[in-house]
Nanobody
Framework: QVPVVESGGGLVQAGGSLRVSCAASLRTFSQYVMSWFRQAPGKEREFVAAISGSGAETHYTDSVKGRFSISRDNDKNLVYLQMNGLKSEDTAVYYC??????????????????????WGQGTQVTVSS
């Protein structure tokens, strides 16, 4: 069984919206901080957004604040990233990651890739100008 699987990527025009999803086959899903990272060709994989196990706390990288929104449905083991006002620089493969954090989200460490136990295969998001 694959622990986390992303879906919903595609082609969208600049200024448009897209929602990507992550299905997590984790026995204690609500105890995991779930995050989205992205990686563009020739660039490092970068942190985008994180959400606490309960969904009460979120954290975003500055470049997506006000445009992207992360959410989760613990009854369905799903995580979403709603992307609005998309720009060409948002083009990347978007990855879902899970970090076992029963004590909650720590913004100081959310962007540390080494802390995440599970990673999805990624879903391509392409924004056309």
């Amino acid at each position: 069984q694959v622990p986390v699987v992303e879906s919903g990527g595609g082609l969208v025009q600049a200024g448009g919206s897209l929602r990507v999803s992550c299905a997590a086959s984790l026995r204690t899903f609500s105890q995991y901080v779930m995050s989205w990272f992205r990686q563009a060709p020739g660039k490092e994989r970068e942190f985008v957004a994180a959400i606490s196990g309960s969904g009460a706390e979120t954290h975003y990288t500055d470049s997506v604040k006000g445009r992207f929104s992360i959410s989760r449905d613990n009854d369905k083991n799903l995580v979403y990233l709603q992307m609005n006002g998309l720009k060409s620089e948002d083009t990347a493969v978007y990855y879902c990651a899970a970090d076992y954090k029963p004590r909650g989200l720590d913004p100081r460490t959310a962007a540390n890739r080494a802390k995440y136990v599970y990673w999805g295969q990624g879903t391509q998001v392409t924004v056309s100008s």
